[in-house]
Structures are given as C-alpha cells and as structure tokens.
C-alpha cells in the first residue's frame, strides 16, 4: 500500500491549526495583530493569544474574524474542531493551575462538589475515584490535591471566597465519618480570616451560573482570568468582556446567598444530621 502524502506541514491537532490558520491569514493580508483589532472591533491582544493557542475564545469573535477575511465556515468549523477536543483538557487545567497560584485572590462557585482547595483526603478520595481514577494514579491525584492546599496557607494567603449551592452539602460520600470530618473540615476552615464560605439554597431559585462550577482569579498584574468546568471538560476564559457577563452573574448569587455567619450555622445543622460514630 503507498505511503500516504502529507499535503500541508500544518499541525493535525485542532487548536494547534486553529491558531496557525489565524496566524495565516492576518500576515497573508499584511496586518499588525493592533491593526487587525481597530479593523474587527475588538481588543488585539485577543487576536494575540488565539495565534498562540492559549485560548479559542467565543463563536462571536470567530464569527467577526469569518467576516473580515471573507472564509465563510472555515474558522468557525476549525473553531468547533478545538472545542470538541477533549485532549486539550489536561492541558487547560495544567495552565489555570499556573495562574491559580499567581492569583492574588480567588472566587468560586460550586454546583456539586466541594472546591479541591476545601477538601478533606477522605473526601477527595472518593470524589475521585467516583469519577474514574483508581489504584496508583486515584493516590496520585488525591496528593495532588492537598498539595495545592498549600495556597491557603500562612499570612500571604489570598482571600478566597467559595459559595456553595444547597446540593453541594446534600451530596454527602458513603462513608459518614469522612463526611463528617469534611463537614467539620469546612466549618474550621471558614472561620480564617482570608476564607469566606457562603451557602446558596435551592428555594433562592435559578440564576446566570445554573449548571456551571466557576473559578474567577485576580492576577498580580491586575488582569482577571476566568475557568468553568464539568465532569467532562474545562475552559479558561481570559476574554475581559466574557468574564466581565460572568462575574455580574456572580455578584448577583453572592448576593442571593447566605450570609457567612448564616452559612456557618446551616453547615452545622447539616453536621448534626450526619450520624455519630458509635465507637466514639
């Protein structure tokens, strides 16, 4: 059977060629990355970062670029290609990781789980292996885990807020003394001064981070990132305009829920619901 040619030295890989399919057509039309953004309407320094791979940004910038170079389909198609690429998962974590701990304080909002920053082994432990891990690498990950616990700690630690929707408390792991020492775990940790924890409940109704757990950081330099995920995927969002929509949202359920005082208690009537050992 002949070897098959290669037609192009372009990369395989879907947001690899989304970036150089970019890159390409600005220098075929002899722009500058600024004369480019005064062109289209938006920020240059997008442009930027989408040529560098380090974000895909939104079907609305791709749409505007698909216009400007007159390739109806190509981009946004190359675009839909990079998004659905689940390889690119690790390696979007692996990059918030980096930021994560450059931030000089953090955000979140939980839908399902507790943040990794507030759990316990036991907890993580099962947690993960719930979603696959087991063996050596389940005992990698849960170390991994706790070591970025560290972030929190000593008097340099950045503020960090966590508000938790009612189903995170709910959802309690099988075994009721790890739940009980993450319960206690939460209650102890809320009490730092750079720790804020606050409890959503079901009756506060539906808003605009419905289904999506959210990390919102603020570099040294001052520029917000942004990182959403579920079980199956996760994206790191540094488009200003999209994190600006996001964090509104996030003020608005800050705003709908529990104070952290209220919250504290809620956490402790949930704790006192959770059967004593009876060896103890």
């Known amino acids: 059977m002949p070897q098959r040619r290669v037609i192009s030295g372009r990369s395989q890989e879907p947001r690899q060629r989304f970036a150089e399919e970019l890159r390409r057509l600005r220098v075929e039309r002899k722009l500058s990355l600024r004369q480019l953004g005064e062109r289209v309407g938006w920020d240059w320094s997008l442009f930027g970062k989408m040529e560098k791979g380090e974000t895909i940004s939104s079907p609305d910038v791709v749409q505007a670029l698909e216009t400007f170079y007159g390739t109806p389909g190509l981009l946004l198609a190359l675009w839909e290609l990079a998004a659905g690429d689940k390889s690119q998962f690790k390696e979007r974590y692996r990059r918030y990781m980096?930021?994560?701990?450059e931030a000089v304080s953090l955000w979140h909002f939980a839908v399902s789980v507790l943040p990794g920053l507030l759990q316990t082994p036991g907890y993580?432990?099962?947690v993960l292996a719930a979603g696959g891990y087991k063996g050596k690498e389940l005992e990698q990950q849960v170390e991994a885990?706790?070591?970025r616990k560290v972030l929190l700690e000593g008097e340099d630690a950045p503020p960090f807020r966590t508000i938790l929707a009612e189903a995170v408390l709910r959802t309690s792991v099988q075994d009721e003394r790890e739940w009980r020492a993450q319960l206690e775990y939460l209650l102890e940790m809320s009490e730092r001064q750079s720790v804020t924890v606050q409890v959503l409940l079901q009756s506060a109704g539906v808003h605009g981070l419905v289904g999506?757990?959210?990390?919102f950081l603020r570099l040294a330099n001052g520029r917000p990132v942004a990182y959403t995920e579920n079980a199956h995927s996760g994206e790191l969002i540094e488009e200003s305009a999209r994190i600006e929509r996001m964090q509104r949202a996030y003020d608005v359920v800050r705003d709908m829920a529990l104070s952290p005082a209220e919250s504290r208690k809620f956490i402790l009537r949930m704790l006192e619901e959770?059967?004593?050992d009876p060896s103890t």
Do not use: H, N, S, Y
Not at 98 to 101: D, I, N, P, Q
Not at 212 to 215: C, I, L, P, Q, S
């Open 274 to 276: 959770v059967p004593c």
């Open 98 to 101: 980096t930021l994560e701990a």
């Open 145 to 147: 885990r706790m070591g």
């Open 124 to 126: 993580a432990r099962e």
């Open 212 to 215: 999506t757990e959210a990390w």
